[in-house]
């Protein structure tokens, strides 16, 4: 479990990166968004499956975009809908302790 953050961090309709180990010899890490909605936390892998830039969450149209080509997923799916990228991000599941505290299963 990777520690995240608290829910009092991540006001509804806003997000917060973080990154994670991708379990490697190396200790490699992945940039990641953690991001709060209506009906909950998500949290996605934070590379573009098309060339690999890191996505951003953008407030204004609550999507995750990715700024080099402009592709477009959908916050509670990682499903791409706009752009070049055609397969999703990698969904990461969460675990949200009593207290708030947010962690990343890996």
Do not use: Q
């Amino acid at each position: 479990m990777v520690f995240v953050g608290n829910v009092r961090e991540v006001p509804l309709g806003e997000a917060k990166g973080f990154v994670y180990p991708v379990g490697d010899k190396k200790g490699s890490t992945r940039p990641a968004l953690v991001i709060h909605l209506e009906d909950g936390l998500y949290a996605f892998d934070g590379l573009c499956t098309h060339m690999s830039a890191e996505v951003k969450w953008n407030r204004y149209t609550e999507k995750i975009w990715c700024t080099m080509h402009d592709g477009m997923y959908d916050p509670k799916t990682g499903r791409p809908f706009m752009g070049m990228p055609r397969e999703p991000l990698k969904k990461l599941e969460l675990k949200i302790e009593e207290n708030g505290d947010i962690y990343v299963l890996v």
